[in-house]
């Protein structure tokens, strides 16, 4: 999402700031071309709120991940009863933690 926002902000920008906009560069738009300024101002409002409304879902989503079930697979050892004696055989598992 905050990538998302990055690039419409950084592409609005590219309109906004195109020479071509401007009557007088950086100063006084063109008012033959202020649509295109007016809609790349609205993109870069846009793209920077949706910046900003992302962090509370990266803040919210570290806390979830430290509650968050961990799954993996490993071998654990098991020991076997063969006819006069114990063997160790690798047996592949699946290991499901949840945090309480």
Known sequence: ???????????SLSS??????????????????????KKGSGFF?????????SVPLF???GKNKRKAAQLSVSTQNIRQLYTNRFASK??????????L
């Open 1 to 11: 999402m905050a990538g998302g926002g990055i690039g419409i902000a950084l592409l």
């Open 16 to 37: 906004a700031t195109n020479p071509d906009n401007w009557l007088i560069p950086g100063i006084l738009p063109d008012p033959a071309n202020e649509d295109r300024f």
């Open 45 to 53: 409002l846009l793209g920077s709120a949706i910046v900003l409304g």
């Open 59 to 61: 803040i919210a989503a």
């Open 90 to 99: 690798a047996i592949p598992s699946l290991q499901l933690k949840i945090a």
